[in-house]
């Protein structure tokens, strides 16, 4: 079964600092890469979609990815209390199902 | 960027009572639909996919009677609870695809809270 995990967390930063977000993926055929952000009693938001290995900078997102890890990571450059929320990692599973890992819960502390 | 477009917002209701939500791509086609329910606290559920002019696929354990799926058009997926009960209370979320490329995102419409009394 194709699987995508992640740290559930919750992951808690200083207003400020960098927020290191982590998944990874069981299905070595993946081609599609997404990060959501999920605020809690909302849907799910796209930030960022990565497609080749290395790193994708959109602002202060940067996403990161290592095909042969099978690994992908999103990047919060100078956190901010705003981006406190549940984000969650997507992987492009094939036949247009994506799978979504459970999610990581950041808090930036302000 | 895409908009998916989902209404009502929020429902409440008797049991007993036949909902029905809608989801509509704004400004794109959109041949696969999603949708998702979430209890609090929980991650997103897949329970369906959405195909227009077809048969929707459900996932394992979710009741095709219970919930019916239409995709009459490329712009718009409908999901009906029918004879909905309290343990149907949740969060409903649709989503969807552009037809465009490959590897398209998925865009998630805001989301139907359905509480049961």
């Known amino acids: 079964q194709k699987e995508v995990e992640q740290n559930s967390g919750p992951l808690s930063v200083p207003e400020g600092a960098i927020a290191s977000l982590n998944c990874t993926y069981s299905d070595r055929g993946s081609q599609s890469f997404f990060w959501y952000r999920q605020y809690s009693g909302k849907s799910p938001e796209l930030i960022m979609s990565?497609?080749?290995?290395g790193d994708k900078e959109d602002g202060r997102f940067t996403a990161q990815l290592n095909k042969a890890s099978q690994y992908v990571s999103l990047l919060i450059r100078d956190s901010q209390p705003s981006d406190s929320a549940t984000y969650l990692c997507a992987v492009e599973a094939g036949g247009f199902k994506t799978i979504f890992g459970a999610g990581t819960r950041l808090f930036v502390k302000a | 960027g895409a908009v998916v477009s989902q209404h009502p917002s929020r429902v409440i209701c008797k049991s007993g009572t036949s909902v029905k939500i809608e989801c509509r791509s704004l400004d794109f086609q959109a041949t696969t639909m999603f949708w998702y329910r979430q209890f609090p606290k929980q991650s997103l559920m897949l329970m369906a996919t959405?195909?227009?002019?077809?048969?929707?696929?459900?996932e394992q354990g979710v009741e095709k009677d219970k919930f019916l799926i239409n995709h009459a058009s490329l712009t718009l997926s409908t999901l009906t609870v029918t004879s909905a009960h309290p343990e149907d209370s949740s969060f409903y979320i649709c989503s969807a695809r552009e037809d465009s490329g490959q590897y398209q995102p998925q865009h998630f419409g805001d989301g139907t809270r359905l509480s049961i009394l």
């Open positions: 959405s195909n227009e002019g077809s048969k929707a696929t459900y």
């Open positions: 990565i497609y080749s290995n």
